[in-house]
C-alpha cells in the first residue's frame, strides 16, 4: 500500500513536500514516480526515480522546480515542489514498479508504467 500526505493549499511561489509512504513492502527495489491529475483530464506524469537514485528525471512543466528523492531507510518518497504555480493544481499520485525501465528511459511516463498506486493528495495552489 502507498499513501501520499502532505498536500494542502499554497500560494503562489510557494512551497510543498508531498511524501508517498509504504506499507506491507520495501520500495528498495522499486522505480517510483509521481503523476498528477486535474478532474476531468488525464493523469499526467511528473517525473521518477530508479530504484537505485541513480536516475531521476521530470516532465518540462515541473523541470527545475519539483525534485523527488527516496529515503528507503524510512521507506518513503518525496516530491519537493517549489515556485509553484496554479496550474500546478491537481490530485499527486505516487506510483511505484519493480522495473527501472521506463524511468531509465528518454522519455514522457505513463500510467500503465506503473503497477502500484497511492489513492492521491490534493494539491491547491492559489494566485
Known amino acids: 500500500q502507498l499513501v501520499e500526505s502532505g498536500g494542502g493549499l499554497a500560494q503562489s511561489g510557494g512551497s510543498l513536500r508531498l511524501s508517498c509512504a509504504a506499507s506491507?513492502?520495501?520500495?528498495?527495489?522499486?522505480?517510483l514516480a509521481w503523476f498528477h491529475q486535474v478532474p476531468g483530464t488525464e493523469r499526467d506524469w511528473v517525473g521518477c526515480?530508479?530504484?537505485?537514485?541513480?536516475?531521476?528525471r521530470y516532465s518540462d512543466s515541473v523541470k527545475g522546480r519539483f525534485t523527488i528523492s527516496r529515503d528507503n531507510a524510512n521507506n518513503t518518497v518525496y516530491l519537493q515542489m517549489n515556485s509553484l504555480k496554479p496550474e500546478d493544481t491537481a490530485v499527486y499520485y505516487c506510483?511505484?514498479?519493480?522495473?527501472?525501465?521506463?524511468?531509465?528511459?528518454?522519455?514522457?511516463?505513463?500510467?500503465?508504467?506503473?503497477?502500484?498506486w497511492g489513492r492521491g493528495t490534493q494539491v491547491t495552489v492559489s494566485s
Open positions: 506510483a511505484a514498479d519493480l522495473s527501472d525501465y521506463y524511468c531509465s528511459a528518454y522519455k514522457q511516463g505513463y500510467p500503465y508504467e506503473y503497477k502500484y
Open positions: 506491507g513492502f520495501t520500495l528498495d527495489y522499486y522505480a
Open positions: 526515480i530508479t530504484s537505485s537514485s541513480s536516475t531521476t
